[in-house]
């Protein structure tokens, strides 16, 4: 954050205090902030979301010509401030790196981490927070110049390949190349962007990582198109926004945030047609626009949450295509992160109540 | 701004605290886990000779109690209704419901209860009579549907019929029971329901196999865990468990072949079982071996789910969505590491 933003946030949060003092007189405020959580009321009184994302890395997070922040994970805390605000813009967008992210959610700094991060048992049982629910599904994989004529890492043998030393890639590598009996020259890396130039330069024949930031990678080079991902996926791994352990309700509005995205796609609607859809007669879409049921109310939220969130930035599918989607120079196709009905895994419960049976 | 090396030394100082514990250590203090649980859902939860439980949601629990216990039968089974379920939660009568429940967002957000994961992946279907000419949904324009009153079913088959331009006659009863009498009455073409619950009451009928589920599946019903909202914990030891039953399934860890596996190379198959030098079972209060326990005394997902509801159980259902990912279905979970 520069020094500028860093005053203009301070004095914000001062004429905030003091907004909040004048109204906490009135019992209607005081029932409000009643069945607001710590975090909300936070947010609430702050007037904006602090929302954190991977460091910069094309079509997650990247500042665009004038400036301002763009990629899959601000679109999904711009939904989030939507769904508090009725107002995607009220956010302040950070890129983090490393397990400090964390370290700054339990403090409070950061309100949620959109996505980075991938979801491992460590991260989600020790470090006082919590993951939501799956948003991004990945893996790593191996990228080759087209030139090479390969078409699928079983081809790989007697190469250089360059990878991060660090976490499980190079350990994902090499029970790869042990199990596939081939040999790889690896050629280690502390830093992502290092290894990047590196494999720019031509000093590997091929480079591993998450397929994401391979695609990532990718556009930043002379000639992305005559770059190949190749098809397998040496590891799993899966992505999702964290929010601080301890407030469920902050907890559930994030992860309704996402549902509401992902239910959205399901149900075809979008950002063009929603305010078409305010005469369906489908009980799933009446729900899903506040029609029908109350849903946001039980969580702090408007009954018409879902409406704000896709009037704001689209649906799942239009928040991938945007970022990820054949228009940005370097399509990623949708494979896992495509909808389940769709023969991906993306998935979420739906937006409405039980009634009487299972 | 907080400083990041203050912030980091804050991130240090709360990895060593616990989160708030109370639901596991009195569990511990009592000595066993109180489980809730549907009343005879055939596959799900049954009662057998000398009053052994048995079924999907039966496993699921012992596999919890394992993990707590090292032993699969530190279990007391306390039956829940539809109505009394997410109360016997929030006072805390269970520890967990394993009776399925679809997740929704009225329950999640307004019952005082968090979803842990799903159990089993379930959808809306249709039972007719063999031999009757219904092949699919769209045989049945203008015939009669049999579904319990007041239920989504009710609702989604309104939204189905009328999406598709169908016309048909919903016949709604205020039981179970009735709505199934009412359809082997041969009052109405087909029956609908969850497809898990019309596979479960078909294996209870005279002659099962003159019936068959057709293949549309209409609505999207994830029938999941839950737990009392409010105890971080508790909630991580119960949704590591239905991570670990899964993981164990991906990795080809079974309750066969689990002791065999001992000397593996393996990294992943290390740490899921306990050998590796990292243990993340004392972290959230379990054993280092708290997964070994789970696959050797219970097995894993795939063992219970076909021992439970597969293609070889008197069920007859196919994996369909409840396969691991890699094998075509969205069961999937994050690694353990």
Known sequence: ?358 | MFGRAAAVLVLLLLSVVPASAARLDDVKTRGFLQCGIGAGTPGFATIGPGDAWSGLEVDYCRALAAAIFNDPQAVHFILSTTEDRWQSLTSGAIDVLARPSTWTMERDTAMGVSFVGTLFYDGQGFLVKKGAGYASVNDLENQSVCMQANTTTVLNAEDFFATNKIGYHPLTFASRAETIQAFLDGKCAAYSTNAAGLAGDRSTFATPADYVILPEIISKEPLAVAVAQGDDQWLKVARWVYFALLDADELGVTQKNVDELVGSDNSEVKRLLGLADEDFGTPIGLTKDWAYRIVKLVGNYGEIFDRNVGPNSPLALSPGLNALWKDGGIQYAPPIR
């Not at chain 1, 006082?128 to 079983?154: E, H, K, T, W």
């Not at chain 1, 626009?289 to 704001?312: C, H, Q």
């Open chain 1, 1 to 358: 954050m520069t020094p500028m933003q860093s005053s203009v946030r301070h004095c914000f949060q001062l004429l905030a205090a003091a907004f909040i003092a004048v109204l906490a007189a009135s019992d209607a405020f005081a029932q409000q902030v009643a069945s607001d959580g710590p975090t909300l009321a936070a947010i609430r009184a702050r007037g904006h979301l602090i929302c954190a994302g991977a460091d910069p890395l094309p079509g997650f997070a990247q500042l665009d010509s004038k400036g301002l922040w763009t990629g899959f994970d601000v679109d999904f805390c711009r939904a989030v401030a939507a769904a508090v605000f009725g107002d995607p813009s009220r956010l302040e967008f950070r890129a983090l790196e490393g397990d400090a992210r964390f370290a700054e959610l339990q403090t409070g700094d950061i309100d949620v981490v959109a996505r980075d991060a991938d979801w491992t048992m460590r991260r989600d049982t020790r470090y006082s927070v919590s993951y939501v629910a799956p948003s991004f599904y990945d893996g790593q994989a191996f990228m080759v110049p087209s030139r090479l004529n390969i078409v699928s890492a079983y081809q790989l043998n007697n190469l250089k390949v360059c990878v991060l030393d660090q976490g499980d890639q190079l350990a994902n590598l090499t029970d790869f190349a042990f199990v596939n009996q081939a040999t790889y020259t690896e050629i280690l890396y502390e830093d992502r962007q290092d290894l990047a130039v590196a494999y720019g330069k031509g000093l590997c024949d091929a480079v591993s990582a998450p397929a994401s930031w391979l695609n990532a990678v990718r556009r930043t080079l002379d000639a992305p198109a005559s770059q190949v991902i190749l098809p397998e996926r040496i590891s799993k791994s899966v992505f999702g926004p964290a929010v601080r352990q301890g407030d469920d309700q902050w907890f559930k509005i994030v992860e309704w945030t996402l549902y509401a995205l992902i239910d959205a796609e399901e149900a075809g609607v979008t950002k063009s047609n929603i305010d078409s859809l305010a005469s369906a007669k489908t009980h799933r879409i009446r729900r899903l626009l506040g029609l029908e049921g109350s849903f946001g109310p039980a969580i702090g939220l408007s009954p018409d949450f879902v409406k704000k969130i896709v009037s704001a930035v689209g649906n799942y599918g239009e928040i991938f295509d945007r970022n990820f989607g054949p228009d940005t120079g370097a399509g990623v196709a949708r494979g896992q992160n495509a909808l389940w009905k769709n023969g991906g895994l993306i998935y979420a419960p739906s937006i409405e109540a039980g009634d009487t049976g299972d």
